[in-house]
């Protein structure tokens, strides 16, 4: 089990909105910057977001990220079928020195 | 451009050593630490470790301590990671990772394809 809490799943209809979170701790959320990535099978995983909210560039701007304390939350608007793959938050931990990564969140479309 | 290519699959018998790598190409290899990550079969993203290429230092998950080696040539733009003794629950896709600007970044822009190991009797 993560440190790093994510929910399982998640799910949306072509064109919603959906959020996916991301709770962890003062030594990791809580002080250290946020990225979330999107694995397709098969695939690398590709980095979404970094720095708790910047999307590297060629990212739409429909995936947005947020920290609040010690969570965290990807918003994906205006879904779309391509949009379907697991999603995972990642962040530094002070306690472990070392990067954590969330369970992971699988997104149906 | 940047790109990280990895050594081919590999299927190996428990208790084997095994050793793959990483080469970079496009950037100066010793400026960016390589990241080390691991996905078991339907399983989640896990990291692993890293290495800075340019002196070889490395930083361990101590879930991954003692268990893997990772190490570097930079003489050959190349990194490693590598067992002794190769476990069934080493069988997963294991990535090879670099950090988009931050030399020691954990913001992990550009990936390996990645390598699966898989470890059966």
């Known amino acids: 089990q993560s440190v790093l809490t994510q929910p399982p799943s998640a799910s949306g209809t072509p064109g919603q909105r959906v959020t996916i979170s991301c709770s962890g701790s003062?030594?990791?959320?809580?002080?250290?910057?946020v990225k979330w990535y999107q694995k397709l099978p098969g695939t690398a995983p590709k980095l979404l977001i970094y720095?708790?909210?910047q999307r590297p560039s060629g990212v739409p701007d429909r995936f947005s990220g947020s920290k609040s304390g010690t969570s965290a939350s990807l918003a994906i608007s205006g879904l779309r079928s391509e949009d379907e793959a697991d999603y995972y938050c990642a962040t530094w931990d002070d306690s472990v020195n070392g990067e954590l990564f969330g369970g992971g969140t699988k997104l149906t479309v | 451009e940047v790109q990280l290519v990895q050594s081919g699959a590999e299927g190996k018998e428990p208790g084997e050593s095994l050793r793959i790598s990483c080469k970079g190409s496009g950037y100066s290899f010793t400026n960016y630490w390589i990241n080390w990550v691991r996905q078991m079969p339907g399983k989640g993203l896990e990291w692993m470790g890293r290495?800075?290429?340019?002196?070889?230092?490395?930083n361990y998950n101590p879930s991954f301590q003692g268990r893997v080696t990772i190490s570097a040539d930079k003489s050959i733009n190349t990194a490693y990671l590598q067992w002794s003794n190769l476990e069934a629950s080493d069988t997963a896709m294991y990535y090879c990772?670099?950090?988009?600007?931050?030399?020691?970044?954990?913001?992990?822009?550009?990936w390996g394809q990645g390598t699966l190991v898989t470890v059966s009797s």
């Open positions: 990772a670099r950090p988009g600007i931050a030399p020691a970044g954990t913001d992990f822009v550009y």
């Open positions: 290495i800075d290429p340019s002196n070889s230092y490395t």
């Open positions: 720095t708790n909210n």
């Open positions: 003062s030594s990791n959320i809580g002080s250290n910057r």
